[in-house]
């Protein structure tokens, strides 16, 4: 199968995976603040009744969360795509 064909399978791979993804993150942020925050909600930017530190520091965690696991999703399907055609998704 020729790397375009490659390209082409993996390309509706990649968007349910990259939905799947996002879905995953959130679950797993909302479960980690929980954890970590006290409260169940992650704090809004803009409200007023939360402290810098605190908003800033939801965001990283938020950040590194989404990155990790879009991460190991997006390289889980590309090794999925690689076993059924033969070649790597570039």
Known sequence: MSNTVSKI???PVGIVLGIA?????????KQVWKMTGGDGEAP???DEHRGWGEI?????????IFGAV???????GATGV??????WPD
């Open 56 to 64: 800033v520091a939801a965001a990283a965690v938020q950040g590194a």
């Open 44 to 46: 809004d930017p803009t």
């Open 70 to 76: 879009r991460a190991a999703v997006d390289r889980a």
């Open 9 to 11: 399978a993996y390309r």
């Open 82 to 87: 690689r076993r059924l055609t033969g070649q």
């Open 21 to 29: 993804a996002g879905a995953l993150a959130g679950a797993l942020f």
